[in-house]
């Protein structure tokens, strides 16, 4: 057998700073991803067990159109005569396709006062009539060019229309005890 030559020293290869710095940014790289790989996960998993947001109930009829009411009071300066008749219209009208279910937003006044109603059309409900001087008094402001109607007078006139509808929505319907005809009497049914 043939003796294997001792060698002294061999010397390991260099490697290039290139390759060294390549594998500190793969690490750097790996653990980035690894971050927006969590962030993902952790997100989906939030979004599983987050309740589902409900709408917040609307607010009552009368405390919107109150409210209204006073942001127009706020600006009735600003607005010309048929911009105010008309929002306040618009008030109005609201108020009473939401709280009584009329829809007055697509009638016209005298629809909505029953003043124009078919015979087959069922009449406007009662509360509706208090509401008559504001909604003429704002149709005057819309179409005519008479001052004779106070932007003040109708702002007061639909607040305190709305209060007394609301107060007589408030208060229960009482219902007649049910006539049960004319009472018969032993003479009358022999």
């Known amino acids: 057998m043939l003796p294997f030559p001792e060698l002294e020293k061999i ?3 260099q490697s290039p700073a290139v390759e060294q710095a ?4 793969w690490w750097v790289g790996a653990v980035v991803l690894g971050l927006v790989v ?4 952790i997100g989906v998993l939030a979004g599983m067990f987050r309740r589902a947001a409900i709408p917040g109930v609307p607010g009552r009829p009368e405390k919107i159109a109150l409210r209204e009411i006073k942001a127009l009071r706020r600006r009735a300066e600003s607005l010309d005569a048929p911009a105010f008749g008309a929002a306040l219209s618009e008030i109005i009208r609201t108020f009473l396709h939401r709280r009584v279910g009329m829809l007055a937003r697509f009638a016209t006044t005298e629809e909505i006062l029953g003043k124009a109603r078919r015979a087959e059309v069922a009449p406007p409900p009662p509360m509706v009539t208090a509401f008559t001087d504001v909604l003429e008094g704002c149709d005057a402001l819309k179409f005519s060019s008479s001052t004779a109607v106070t932007r003040d007078g109708l702002l007061a006139g639909a607040e305190s229309a709305l209060k007394a509808v609301s107060a007589a929505l408030k208060q229960p319907v009482t219902a007649a005890p ?10 009358t049914a022999s």
Do not use: F, H, M, Y
């Open 178 to 187: 049910p006539s049960s005809g004319p009472a018969l009497t032993d003479a």
């Open 22 to 25: 390549a594998a500190w940014w």
């Open 38 to 41: 969590l962030g993902i996960i």
């Open 11 to 13: 010397a390991e290869p």
